[in-house]
């Protein structure tokens, strides 16, 4: 059985920061290329940023790029979001989700959704201003 569990979300000042954490049982985890996407009230999901299967790369939607940074844990199966100088525009429900690259390349990744084989339930963070 496959889930990821996201966890780390709250309510935060504009300026601070927040890590979230994905543990992931997902097997082989580096199987996987992993994920953030975000959903703010009455917006569509966007993608936030990802890192690929090896861990060698990682990429950063225009709007987070500087302030936000994925890592990944293979001993632990767990990725990570640290979130720094935090906006109210960041306020949304943040996903892991997990994208089956056993066929493609170890330092591949996807921007798309539609892309992802399994996702979590989601966790809320709330910037104040």
């Known amino acids: 059985q496959v889930q990821l569990v996201e966890s780390g979300g709250g309510l935060v000042q504009a300026g601070g920061s927040l890590r979230l954490s994905c543990a992931a049982s997902l097997r082989p985890f580096n199987s996987y290329a992993m994920g953030w996407f975000r959903q703010a009230p009455g917006k569509e999901r966007e993608f936030v940023t990802t890192i690929s299967r090896s861990g060698e790369r990682t990429y950063y939607a225009a709007s987070v790029k500087g302030r936000f940074s994925i890592s990944r844990d293979s001993a632990k199966n767990t990725v990570y979001l640290q979130m720094n100088s935090l906006k109210p525009e960041d306020t949304a429900v943040y996903y892991c989700?997990?994208?089956?690259?056993?066929?493609?390349?170890?330092?591949?990744?996807?921007?798309?959704?539609?892309?992802?084989?399994?996702w979590g339930q989601g966790t809320q963070v709330t910037v104040s201003s």
């Open positions: 989700a997990a994208d089956d690259r056993r066929l493609l390349g170890s330092n591949t990744y996807s921007i798309s959704g539609n892309d992802y084989d399994y």
